[in-house]
């Protein structure tokens, strides 16, 4: 498997306050990596940092072998390209529908004709189950489909890593198990590399891939779900079994 | 990158099939097909390397675009299992009929406009009663007015927006009485131009300056803290709280509304004169101390007192106006900016329409 994210050293930290400190991580191709953690307690600052949306303090970064932090401005936008985000609460544009929505980047970045571009948004829509929704504003769309949406939307270039902040927060049980399904589906099927950030006992279970485990900025565990489970680590086991005594 | 030629058969994809290179694909396509001499054509992909979502829908795509151009398509399977089954994972997806929107003739559209502004004017009137209560019922309280977002809302109103409506009345004051005195001095009247000045601003140009520039500095900031406060369901969670979101949050506005505008408006007459009296004496030569007395000769109480009075009712409506905006909001971030544009426009109505009122009421015989 080829190394595809490298970060060394990191550090972050909002002002005088250090959110991550000393930060090792690899991610390989088509591998589904969940990071997890109670919250506060770094996860959506170490997946903002990784995206280039928070500046890092220390430490360095690697993208496809590419430091985006260093990268001009084309390049990096070239790298970007390449990568998807799916939002905690989907950053669909509110004023456009979501046709519009996952039109917008081929549009920006393609020079494809309107019917193919058309063709490419329903298929992606067809693929998360919202055939109905593409001329829909958000603004109409349930909390399950605001994130299908914004998954569609993750997809719609072909990314080859895809980063999801949460999918099943604030999602009823059976609407959370059905976009891990899809996750699992993309990964599966097109072989997406996934980051995923959650805290979500259930999803973890689902998405059952190599967990990474933050607790006050650092990573205090790294493994499979099942040696998660077993793990004599007090913060790992108060954090799947929680109806324990605290560590 | 992708090529495609012609054969003896048909024709031949070669390459990676990818977003990057599909639209060259696009535009090159439909002429080969159409040059083609065999009616029934076959679409070799041996020679494909690489497939994504774009390249995989054109491949989908392009049975349709033969028959556009009058030949009969079949496309061979990809070179290898990955590709093939990349190919078949990605379902075109057919295109739901839209749907025409019912037509709805002329007097039906009429009548549902019709029926809306009934039920906004009906909305509008019962915040009005509910917040004007509200804020009345909180004096006699034991909690009383919430303090701190009173000060809050008090100080951002009031002395921050002091600065911008000093300068305003300054400037409008100068102008008035520079183009005043070239009249009258026409009829050796200069010394008039305070008259004119002192009694224009405090009946009528101070309150409805203060009131315009106030609804839209402070108005529109209501409004669109209301509509984001709705956007993001803190007003839910209030109700949730057993909290009248309603009066919680808009009943320390309006106070300090009520409070600021009057205050503002004293502060604006005064300025206004300041700016006229300026001009007065650095161009016309008329003294300061002759200015003053003039202006003071000519004021009543009344001129005073009916300018604070409309500034009252004037900042009273552009807060429930503004919160009226504020609750109305629906959608995104675009419909907080329309919130707020709202918010100024029927502001705007509202203080022509109370300074309407208030001209007849006190000055009609």
Not at chain 1, 17 to 45: A, P, Y
Not at chain 2, 194 to 213: F, N, Q, W
Request: charged share 15%; glycine share 8%; with cysteine.
């Amino acid at each position: 498997m080829k190394r595809i994210i490298g970060i060394d050293n990191l550090a972050v930290a909002y002002g005088e306050h250090l959110v991550l400190k000393d930060i090792d991580l690899q991610v390989e191709e088509g591998e589904r990596l969940i990071v997890l953690g109670g919250s506060g307690c770094g996860k959506s600052t170490l997946l903002k940092s990784i995206i280039g949306l928070t500046p890092i303090h220390a430490g360095r970064i690697e993208i496809f072998d590419a430091e985006p932090a260093h990268l001009p401005e084309l390049e990096r936008d070239a790298l970007l390209r390449r990568l998807g985000v799916m939002f905690q609460y989907g950053a669909l544009l509110n004023s456009l529908t979501v046709g519009e929505n996952l039109a917008l980047p081929l549009e920006m970045h393609t020079d494809l004709s309107p019917a193919l571009v058309e063709d490419i948004v329903r298929t992606r829509l067809h693929l998360v189950g919202l055939d109905q929704a593409y001329a829909l504003l958000p603004a109409e769309l349930s909390g399950g489909m605001r994130k299908r949406a914004a998954l569609a939307r993750a997809m719609v270039l072909d990314p080859e890593i895809l980063f999801c902040d949460e999918p099943g927060a604030g999602l009823d049980p059976v609407t959370a198990a059905e976009i891990d399904h899809l996750l699992l589906t993309v990964n599966q099927s097109l072989g997406i590399t996934l980051i995923i950030v959650t805290h979500e006992l259930l999803s973890i279970e689902r998405l059952d891939g190599r967990l990474i485990m933050l607790d006050q900025g650092e990573v205090v565990f790294t493994g499979t779900v099942a040696q998660a489970k077993t793990s004599d680590l007090p913060v790992v086991a108060h954090f799947f079994n929680p109806g324990a005594s605290r560590p | 990158m992708a090529e495609i030629r012609s054969t003896d058969r048909g024709i031949l994809f070669s390459g990676t099939l990818t977003l990057d290179s599909i639209a060259a694909l696009e535009t090159q396509i439909s002429q080969l097909l159409h040059d083609h001499s065999v009616t029934t054509l076959q679409v070799d992909l041996s020679q494909v390397t690489a497939v994504d979502t774009a390249g995989a829908v054109f491949l989908h795509r392009l049975p349709q675009i033969g028959r556009q151009v009058g030949k009969d398509l079949t496309i061979t399977p990809l070179p290898t299992e990955e590709l093939q089954h990349f190919y078949t994972f990605i379902t075109a997806a057919e295109r739901a009929e839209s749907i025409p929107p019912t037509a709805v003739n002329w007097l039906e559209q009429v009548g549902e406009q019709l029926l809306q502004s009934k039920e906004r004017w009906a909305t509008f009137l019962y915040l009005m009663s509910d917040l004007t209560w509200a804020a009345i019922a909180t004096l006699f309280r034991r909690s009383g007015i919430r303090r701190d977002s009173f000060a809050d809302q008090a100080i951002a109103i009031g002395s921050q927006g002091l600065p911008i409506i000093a300068l305003i009345l300054f400037l409008i004051g100068a102008v008035m009485a520079l183009q005043a005195t070239a009249q009258l001095r026409k009829f050796g009247a200069n010394i008039f131009v305070a008259d004119l000045l002192a009694v224009s601003l405090t009946r009528e140009l101070g309150p409805l300056m203060t009131a315009i520039i106030i609804s839209g500095r402070s108005g529109s900031a209501i409004a669109a803290e209301i509509a984001t406060m709705k956007f993001t369901e803190e007003l839910d969670a209030l109700q949730t709280m057993a909290i009248n979101p309603l009066r919680f949050v808009a009943v320390p506005k309006l106070w300090a509304m009520l409070l600021c505008v009057p205050l503002l408006t004293i502060m604006a007459d005064f300025f206004g004169i300041l700016g006229g009296t300026f001009v007065a004496v650095a161009a016309f030569d008329i003294s300061p101390q002759a200015f003053i007395d003039q202006v003071i000769g000519s004021l009543f109480l009344k001129d005073v007192l009916t300018g604070l009075i409309k500034s009252f009712s004037f900042g009273w409506i552009i807060t429930i106006i503004a919160v009226y905006r504020g609750l109305e909001f629906s959608g995104g971030a675009s419909g907080v900016g329309q919130a707020t544009t709202a918010s100024v426009v029927t502001s705007l109505f509202g203080i022509i329409f109370l300074d309407s009122a208030w001209g007849l009421l006190f000055y009609m015989r």
